[in-house]
């Protein structure tokens, strides 16, 4: 016979309550059943578990079993939890691979808002580049990934919002001052320092510029850093810079149509837990003001 959670209960309740009767109200059943049930149990073990008919005193050997029985009913109830909880999305894991600026400039408000529906949902946050964060949906490492992400077999994906490339420079530089009036041209001269989202920019005139560049630096903070201390400009999406960048300011281009498109992408949502589902529930109903 399988021992089964139920016989389980049924010991624990003649042994917490001393009496067949009290049992039987507790668990709601017949006395009958307890008994039968009871009698299943020891039959099991081949030993019995209390001391004569009455029910009120554990046998040294009942005395062991219960304080297992007790520790496994309450494993089994958090493990009901558990499971109901990651079908309900009340529990369990998100895992997101994302790039810096997002990361910085557009998630946080949906994970503070997501988090306060979902509190018992952890998530697990990497910044990485748009070649990193397909790597690690690619491996199943991430459940979500959000970047410029070109389209994969067994994978669904959407598009989050898109912004333009603009110049990005000290609040204080000169070429501030023109910010409605830049072209290519007026910052041909300039010290540009490149970073990976150069790549998404096909424009002819920026091509000699960004050959010509002695300065590539991959990391968000890292590039914003440079650009704060004054060694030059970049070249980047609007939604990069986040609030409180009071010091750098985005200074768009006139003679450039470069945007940056950025994308969901998850597995397909038969393979997704529901935690993760609400996740791009929630990244689809945020709202982003086209550029």
Not at 2 to 9: P, V, W
Not at 67 to 89: K, M, N, Y
Not at 91 to 98: D, I, K, N, S, W
Request: charged letters at 25%; aromatic letters at 6%.
């Amino acid at each position: 016979m399988t021992l089964k959670i139920d016989l389980l209960r049924v010991f624990c309740a003649v042994a917490e309550t001393g009496s067949l009767s009290m049992a039987a109200d507790t668990l709601g059943r017949t006395p009958s059943a307890i008994s039968m049930a009871l009698k299943q149990f020891e039959e099991h073990l081949g030993a019995p578990l209390f001391v004569g008919s009455r029910k009120s005193k554990l046998t040294p050997l009942g005395q062991a079993i219960l304080t297992e029985a007790l520790q496994e009913i309450a494993h089994f109830a958090r493990s009901v939890r558990r499971i109901e909880g990651l079908a309900q999305a009340t529990h369990g894991e998100v895992r997101l691979a994302v790039t810096p600026s997002v990361a910085q400039t557009v998630l946080p408000e949906i994970i503070k808002s997501y988090s306060e529906l979902y509190p018992d949902v952890s998530i697990e946050l990497r910044d990485l580049d748009s070649a990193g964060v397909l790597a690690e949906l690619e491996a199943d490492r991430a459940d979500i990934g959000i970047a410029a992400l070109p389209e994969r077999a067994g994978f669904e994906r959407f598009e989050l919002f898109c912004d333009p490339f603009g110049v990005v420079c000290r609040a204080d530089h000169p070429l501030a001052p023109r910010w409605d009036s830049l072209t290519w041209a007026d910052i041909t001269e300039e010290t540009l320092i490149a970073n990976g989202l150069c790549d998404k920019i096909n424009d002819p005139a920026f091509e000699t510029m960004r050959a010509g560049s002695r300065l590539f630096v991959h990391n968000t903070a890292s590039l914003l850093a440079l650009l704060r201390a004054g060694a030059g400009i970049s070249i980047l999406p609007m939604r990069a810079l986040g609030a409180g960048e009071d010091d750098l300011v985005f200074l768009p281009l006139k003679d450039s149509k470069a945007k940056r498109h950025v994308h969901v992408m998850h597995r397909t949502e038969d393979q997704l837990l529901t935690p993760v589902l609400h996740f791009t529930d929630a990244l689809r109903a945020a709202s982003f003001q086209e550029i």
